[in-house]
């Protein structure tokens, strides 16, 4: 399939700017979740509010668009109630790490298996280009107007330390690597971490007089260097890309149905005598022998 | 199932009406006095197959049932007044989005903190406009654990019929007495199940197509029909839309399709009203000392009746006119500054009859208290 095939094409055009990173994302996360060859109906699209949360009304996915910094404890009900659904969850900056970063840690310490991808473009674009808490120290916005005076997060180390499983750091310039890092992301068991550098020409790019669209994805260009590289090393002002953590460890979902099962097998003579009532009839039965 | 009687609190009323209405999927956060509810459910759930979480705040535990309200679940969360008060937004989204769920509220004394161990019913008003917008909401509440179990079981038909979040307003008091319930064979309550849509594979399916009669078939996510939810104004597809004339039509039916059916959506009992001067008003666990008075002045000659609300909202304005019509008076028995006794204020032609019997220290309120005032009214001094 084209990657228009993917597209609700009835609403379009997309209500981005010219310029913008988001769509290169989306474009892209099609383009990975195609070459997994996943089927449309086992995806599930969830976001909070932003620039980047309209994604999904775009796509022809089970889509979900919610409220501010919360996509993910939605997108915890819908992975827990339908384990079997592929779950990804595309946030900005502002709605993953300020207004949501609790439950960012909170699905990262759970391991929980969905697909957080923190589009970051260092402002609040949607409400007309504010600081954010991904925004440089010393950069302008219309809330920062001298520069903002305080340290961005990290977001590579702030989901390795709260335990996501899978971690990792692209840009939209780097467009066959966002490719290759997303469809790692979706296969990955487990909580799945990416930030994507995506620029905002409109209000980051003009507040800061750094130019357009591709003076920015310039500055991407120039501005990182693969993890672990020699370069990194040297010059600690570049910004390291690619995988940080790829690692196995027990999943949230796949650990509540082991202990459902447990449970089950445990009582199972007192369960024998009524009908199975949850939403895995079939597994209670087969568990029941 | 067969029919079993059991001595439960308030609270495991609450999750045995929840289960016997096929409830399977909760999350919610510690907080007193609902507490009780989360610690069952994560006993009991597992164990029938059912899915339970505590999330790491009250928002996110609204957010997470409705995400699995979209894959077919049956659903619920539950709290006291500051986790209320945080859920308000994705409450509101549940509204928008027309997504069935039930929220337990468990008042305790307010505002903030407030009085914990308390008892109070000061979010009435919350629990109706607490979301922003202009929006309808339907809540229910009860006064002994056998209404608490069926109002929890009608808390998740409604939201079925309506596809809107329910409230299930109960209070410190009734949450924590231990009474007698019966638990009633498997199909002798009716248990709503969900409308789904017939439409097939491959037609275009209209999420917010509303039927002629007024329902709106939902479709599992992970299903065959993939569709848009949105918090924004939508369209029938479930996208965003700007267009006035949609804007209107959707406020028009988000508030109609409750407030057009106040009537029967009106759950209540009456006691000894049929020759009734004076009328008490009450709900919830106020009920109980208001009945209590009633039968005691009606040992003493005095004609007095009482009207127990269990449908708060949307207010059964009509039910509450039709049964104050005629009276000498009528008090309103409730533990806040007045918030139903407003509503009954707005619904009757003289509203300078209608009095309120009230107490909001955290104490609950007992029969002297209403006689109090009852004394006050009949020209009898305090």
Redesign the interface.
């Given at each position: 399939m084209a990657v228009k095939d993917y597209i609700?094409q009835?609403?379009l055009p997309h209500m981005w700017c010219a310029g913008c990173g988001h769509g290169i994302v989306m474009g892209n996360m099609i383009r990975a979740i195609e070459q997994l060859g996943l089927p449309?109906?086992?995806i599930?699209v969830?976001s909070g509010i932003g620039c980047s949360s309209?994604m999904?009304?775009y796509l022809?996915?089970?889509?979900?668009?919610?409220?501010h910094g919360?996509a993910?404890?939605?997108?915890?009900?819908?992975?827990?109630?339908?384990p079997?659904?592929r779950v990804i969850v595309p946030m900005g900056d502002g709605d993953a790490l300020s207004i949501g970063g609790?439950?960012l840690i909170?699905a990262a310490r759970r391991n929980v298996d969905m697909t957080a991808i923190i589009m970051n473009n260092s402002i609040y674009g949607m409400t007309g280009g504010q600081v954010s808490p991904m925004t440089p120290a010393g950069k302008r916005s219309s809330t920062a107007r001298h520069g903002s005076f305080s340290k961005p997060f990290d977001a590579v180390a702030l989901a390795r330390g709260a335990g996501a499983t899978f971690v990792a750091r692209t840009t939209t310039y780097h467009a066959k690597e966002m490719i290759d890092i997303i469809s790692q992301g979706i296969s990955h068991k487990g909580f799945s971490v990416i930030e994507i550098m995506s620029q905002c020409p409109t209000y980051y790019g003009r507040k800061n007089k750094i130019g357009g669209a591709v003076e920015m994805m310039q500055s991407y260009r120039d501005g990182t260097v693969k993890v672990g590289s020699k370069k990194a090393k040297e010059d600690p002002s570049l910004v390291e890309r690619g995988i940080f953590v790829k690692e196995d460890s027990p999943e949230y979902v796949a650990g509540?149905l082991a202990?459902?099962e447990t449970?089950?097998a445990g009582?199972k003579e007192e369960?024998q005598k009524?009908e199975?009532?949850?939403?895995?009839?079939d597994?209670?039965k087969q568990l029941r022998g | 199932m067969k029919t079993t009687a059991k001595f439960i609190q308030g609270n495991e009323a609450v999750v045995e009406g929840a289960i016997y209405a096929g409830l399977n999927f909760f999350a919610g956060y510690p907080i007193t006095p609902s507490t009780e509810i989360a610690e069952i459910l994560s006993e009991k759930l597992p164990a029938t197959g059912g899915k339970f979480i505590q999330m790491e705040d009250e928002i996110s535990s609204m957010c997470a049932i409705i995400g699995a309200s979209l894959t077919g679940l049956k659903v619920m969360t539950a709290t006291s007044g500051p986790g209320f008060s945080l859920k308000q937004e994705a409450i509101g989204y549940a509204v928008m989005a027309e997504v069935p769920s039930v929220v337990v509220n468990v008042q305790r004394g307010g505002p903030s903190t407030g009085l914990p161990t308390g008892v109070a019913q000061g979010d009435v008003m919350q629990v109706r406009w607490g979301a922003h917008g202009d929006h309808s909401i339907i809540a229910l509440t009860a006064s002994n654990l056998q209404d608490v179990f069926a109002m929890t079981v009608e808390a998740f038909n409604l939201a079925e019929t309506y596809r809107t979040p329910v409230v299930l307003l109960l209070d410190e008091v009734v949450a924590h007495m231990r009474e007698k319930v019966v638990i009633p064979e498997s199909g002798e309550i009716e248990v709503v199940a969900r409308l789904r849509t017939s439409v097939p594979e491959g037609t275009n399916f209209h999420p917010y197509l509303t039927r002629e009669d007024g329902r709106l078939p939902m479709s599992d996510f992970g299903g065959v029909h993939r569709y848009n939810v949105t918090g924004l104004v939508h369209d029938m597809w479930g996208f965003p839309s700007t267009d006035p004339k949609i804007a209107y039509d959707l406020l028009h039916h988000l508030v109609d399709k409750l407030e057009n059916k106040a009537d029967s959506l009106a759950r209540y009992r009456e006691y000894r009203t049929e020759d009734a001067e004076i009328l008490l008003i009450s709900y919830g666990s106020s009920a109980r000392p208001a009945l209590h008075l009633v039968e005691d002045r009606r040992d003493r000659g005095l004609k007095i009746g009482l009207l127990e609300l269990q449908t708060l909202w949307p207010f059964p304005r009509d039910l509450v006119r039709r049964m104050c019509k005629g009276r000498s008076h009528v008090l309103v028995v409730e533990m806040n500054m007045g918030q139903i006794c407003q509503e009954v204020r707005k619904s009757v032609p003289r509203p300078e009859k209608v009095y309120l019997a009230n107490r909001f220290d955290g104490v609950f309120i007992s029969p002297a208290d209403i006689l109090r005032v009852l004394f006050m009214i009949q020209g009898k001094g305090v």
């Open positions: 609700r009835r609403f449309k109906n086992e599930v969830v309209r999904p009304g022809d996915f089970h889509t979900m668009h919610t409220i919360r993910l404890a939605f997108a915890m009900g819908v992975k827990m109630g339908r079997g659904l609790n439950h909170h509540y202990f459902m449970l089950q009582k369960a009524s199975p009532t949850g939403d895995h009839p597994l209670v | -």
